[in-house]
């Protein structure tokens, strides 16, 4: 594997962590922003069509990826809500009105309870809505990471494509490791200055 590949399938990993870390401090909306954004960014990595619109990678992705039957919720169903959640911190947004919308989903975490939940929400005069544990979420954005890992580590034409469409955040990170690097050698220049008195 390239070494490009591995920077890029590493920082795909502290993205993963970084939700898993949310959750386990019970943010529960924050953890599901960077589980969705990892969706968002694997997909389109591992894009293949370069025409296809944002909404269109993050379904292709989970469809191909993602290990699960979709029998309750729709790769459509989780776009849209990512993108009411990333755009308004809601269940509600523009995918979820006019026309043909989908149901908003509405998560619950433990300590909480299903049954509670979709009673408070009933009571709210909510109708028509998905109830999801997030680790829903969390179990379909890791199942699809591993099987775009599996992907890369076993197909050379597909890994170059995934280091392709990685190249603005293979600039980033270099970038920042530079910057990195530069405020170490100030800080140690400052230390160095002062040990001689200058």
Partial sequence: MHH?????LTILNDLRHAGLDALKEKHKLPSLLLFYAFIDICASLASEDSTLKL???FQRYLQRYALTKWSMF???DLWSARSSLVHTFSPLGRHTQGENPTKPIFYYAWPERPEEVHA??????YKDFL???VRTIKGIAISAFNGFWMRVDSEPEFEATVRSNGQHLLKDH???K???ELSLLAELKALS????GA
């Fill in 131 to 133: 109830l999801l544990d």
């Fill in 193 to 196: 200055n002062e040990a001689s």
């Fill in 178 to 180: 530079l910057e990195d």
């Fill in 174 to 176: 270099f970038h920042m």
């Fill in 4 to 8: 490009q590949t591995l920077i890029i």
């Fill in 74 to 76: 729709t790769p459509r």
């Fill in 55 to 57: 909404g269109e990678r």
């Fill in 120 to 125: 408070a929400l009933s009571q709210r005069g």
